[in-house]
């Protein structure tokens, strides 16, 4: 298919989708009137947009902070592990707990730790520095192995062959990183924004949504979705114009850091060495804070808050009661969205000419903040458990559907011609090559979809239905209850 075909069928999809989107939107079928129409969208953008430059650009000036110093620190690392392959392995621990983090779980601890802009910008730069550091890692580990071996033979070392030929081989994974981090720095900026301020999209959003305008809200997340999209567009267009191949979301997982070697020995000392490095970050951010005991704590002080403390069976209690309620939803939320993700992806494979029309749909989701969602979603589906449900489908749906649809892509071309060759049929080739070869993938989306369905229920229920582990955390933060805070952000 043409690059001209293909754009025409996106557009044509998409004036398709907005039609419907305008005629429900009109007819009120969906949550009587939560659902505006496009229409209603643009004249509540219009009406407001006197509004919007100051919050956007304060929002912008916070993301772009974050975005270049996460992305730095992410580059520069990614560097340091491709020289000293051992630093990786022992840093593995600490970036997969990075990864596993759900900021809205340190948010209010960054709050409290730090003044002015300081905790958005800490929250965007988290944002951003997983994906980087894996994807340019990732990038650079893929030099070609002919032209290492050229520069070894001339007497070049590590260093050398990085400056040649790694970091040339490294910049398409480089600029898939930036792909992710373009929304995730927005994402972190606008929910570092709900821990106050006068000015931000975040600030914008929560004003906004205690007034019964569904228009209004639609408008500010379409907002912050499509300059999030702009910014994952431009970087894709950089990745694309420097590989000449078609574009692919971009989706980076903790699979990409591989698995350490050296038999079961070497395993075990690497994790030894990965949570000594884990529990030395933990004590530098308490020492970087300066802040007493009782605000900052350390993981001796939670072990002792839920073991010897005297509020120790209270503590517990809460936090009990909390992962009762918070876990099943996940749960749920998790295994619903891989299912849906999976049945998707093996439609689609059946027929191409449909997918090339869906992923662009998938990847404009892929940048609507979460905090932005929200709201939106509670105004469709109301205040109880469905909404904290279906935002935990939607932030793992994409990202899985995604992993699994490149996983069927790659699908040993000879296999199917094997079967092809003895006239098999669609659901024959579907049941012997393509579901057995979309497996692995399924499960490497479930490692990445498991991080983001805790990210979705502790925030729905901190911002929706105040239960679970969101309500908790909410609580918490009302009574300047810093230890429960802290124990809630180690256990997730």
């Not at 929250?123 to 520069?151: C, D, I, K, N, Q």
């Not at 567009?233 to 979301?249: D, I, K």
């Not at 199917?416 to 003895?422: C, P, T």
Request: hydrophobic share 55%; with cysteine; glycine share 12%.
């Amino acid at each position: 298919m043409t690059l001209r075909r293909r754009v025409l069928d996106v557009v044509l999809a998409g004036l398709v989708v907005a039609l419907l989107w305008e005629v429900v939107g009109r007819l009120g079928l969906i949550a009587g009137g939560a659902f505006p129409a496009l229409s209603a969208i643009g004249q509540s953008l219009a009406a407001d947009w006197a509004d919007y430059p100051p919050h956007l650009l304060a929002t912008l000036r916070v993301a772009g902070i974050g975005f270049v110093a996460g992305n730095t620190v992410a580059v520069l690392l990614a560097v340091l592990f491709a020289l000293v392959p051992v630093l990786e392995r022992v840093s593995r621990t600490l970036l997969v707990t990075l990864f596993c983090l759900p900021i809205v779980v340190v948010a209010p601890i960054l709050g409290v730790a730090y003044d002015g802009d300081q905790p958005k910008i800490i929250l965007a730069a988290l944002s951003v520095f997983f994906p980087t550091t894996v994807s340019t890692l990732v990038g650079l580990r893929s030099a070609p192995e002919g032209a290492l071996a050229v520069v070894r033979s001339a007497g070049g070392g590590r260093v050398r062959q990085l400056w040649l030929v790694r970091l040339r081989a490294g910049l398409p994974g480089l600029l898939a990183g930036f792909q992710v981090a373009a929304p995730g720095a927005l994402l972190g900026a606008i929910l570092g924004e709900f821990l106050g301020g006068s000015t931000g999209l975040g600030v914008y959003l929560l004003g906004s949504m205690g007034r019964g305008e569904p228009a209004k809200l639609w408008a500010i997340g379409l907002v912050a979705t499509t300059v999030c999209a702009i910014g994952y567009g431009l970087f894709a267009a950089l990745r694309r114009s420097l590989r000449g191949t078609g574009e692919q979301l971009a989706v980076v997982s903790p699979d990409m850091l591989g698995r350490a070697g050296g038999g079961r020995a070497g395993r075990v000392a690497v994790l030894l060495a990965g949570l000594g490095v884990v529990l030395l970050a933990w004590y530098a951010f308490l020492w970087s804070t300066g802040l007493p005991r009782p605000v900052v704590n350390s993981p001796v002080d939670l072990v002792e808050g839920l073991t010897s403390s005297p509020a120790a069976a209270t503590a517990r209690e809460r936090l009990l009661t909390g992962l009762g309620e918070s876990l099943p939803v996940a749960l749920l939320g998790v295994v619903a969205g891989l299912l849906v993700a999976l049945l998707l992806a093996v439609a689609l494979s059946q027929f191409p000419a449909v997918a090339s029309t869906v992923l662009p749909f998938a990847f404009v989701s892929q940048t609507m903040p979460l905090v932005a969602l929200t709201p939106l979603l509670a105004l469709i589906f109301g205040r109880g458990t469905l909404t904290t449900v279906v935002v935990t489908i939607s932030v793992t749906f994409f990202p899985s559907f995604v992993t699994i649809t490149q996983g069927i892509a790659a699908t040993p071309k000879g296999a199917l011609d094997v079967l092809r060759s003895v006239d098999a049929g669609r659901w024959t080739v579907l049941r012997m090559v393509t579901l057995p070869h979309a497996m692995p993938h399924l499960f490497a989306s479930a490692r990445l979809a498991v991080p983001r369905a805790l990210l979705g229920v502790v925030l729905a229920e901190q911002l929706i239905t105040g239960t679970g582990l969101g309500g908790v955390l909410g609580e918490s933060r009302g009574y300047l209850d810093y230890q429960m805070m802290w124990t809630i952000a180690a256990v997730v």
